[in-house]
């Protein structure tokens, strides 16, 4: 299995299987959405698009940001606190945010792609090993000067590779990144600590977040990866 790494910008160019990810927070955000009970996600680019295609799912809500909060019209935010005390069961969830969902819509040149965060690591390397994958590209959706969704890719990296990784040193680059220093500010409620914790929940979920294109829409799903797949 052979690896490379793309940022935003690039990700039209991403080819094979493509891991799109996003820590801080769209999929860390989207694994605890399924986890209380979420159907699917329809992930999409724009605001309008959002709202657009809401009235055209029924049982479905919105949720998502622009500059990290939600715009009028979403139901939620894009915050897995927020999120965890929801009950979404049966619900068709539909998410715009500004960079993992643009990952995602953009990379239109994937073969098998998939959502990922530190919270469905394993999961994710379970699924993809499951299709003997020979290329795996890493859509860093962050930019150069954030270190969550690379360090992410590093670690899924080193699962693949199964040197069993320490993921302390990973988990602390997170921490470390420009987008958490808006979670550690005191005068910004809107952006909750808590949120940092839970997305860097090593394994928080064990499910693999799967996307299809089912006409023009891109679905996002919980799968369980294949007994017997590492």
Known sequence: MKFKYVMLEECALATGTVIVIDVLRAFSTAAYAFQVGAESINLVSTVDEALSLKKKIPNSLVMGEVGGLPPHGFDFGNSPTQILEQN????HLIQRTGSGTQGVVRSVNAGAMLAASFVVAHATVGYISGLYAELVTFVITGTQQDEEDLACAE????LFKKQNPDPAPY????????DACVHLDPQKPEFPESDLDYCTRIDACNFAMTISRQKDRLVMRAVKPWVGSA
Do not use: H, P, T
């Open 155 to 158: 670690y899924l990296e080193a």
């Open 88 to 91: 979404l069961k049966g619900k």
């Open 171 to 178: 988990i602390k680059r997170v921490y470390e990144s420009k």
